[in-house]
Nanobody, 117 residues
């Protein structure tokens, strides 16, 4: 059974930092592209950051220079380091694992991040 379990969300003041973790089980983690998405109330889910199996990374323009995605294949875990947080970063953050051929895609349950003073 495939599981993606996020942790590390919470309430933080503007300008603060959080590190999200997503622990995967039931998949060959190292071959999967891993992504972090977020969904704010009343908005569509958006891609925040992406790391390939070869550790190439891409970011949404809104988080470039503030967020860093990384992975530890030995721990089957992907991380999202979030610095200089803004109120507009408030959302539920979801972990996603994708293997393209054949297409296999899995989602975590989400973790709430709230940026507020």
């Amino acid at each position: 059974q495939v599981q993606l379990v996020e942790s590390g969300g919470g309430l933080v003041q503007p300008g603060g930092s959080l590190r999200l973790s997503c622990a995967a089980s039931g998949i060959s983690f190292s071959i999967y592209a891993m992504k972090w998405y977020r969904q704010a109330p009343g908005k569509q889910r958006e891609l925040v950051a992406h790391i390939t199996s070869g550790e190439s990374t891409n970011y949404a323009d809104s988080v470039k220079g503030r967020f860093t995605i990384s992975r530890d294949n030995a721990k089957n875990t992907v991380y999202l380091q979030m610095n200089s947080l803004k109120p507009e970063d408030t959302a539920v953050y979801y972990c996603n694992a994708l293997w393209a051929l054949p297409r296999r895609e899995y989602w975590g349950q989400g973790t709430q991040v709230t940026v507020s003073s």
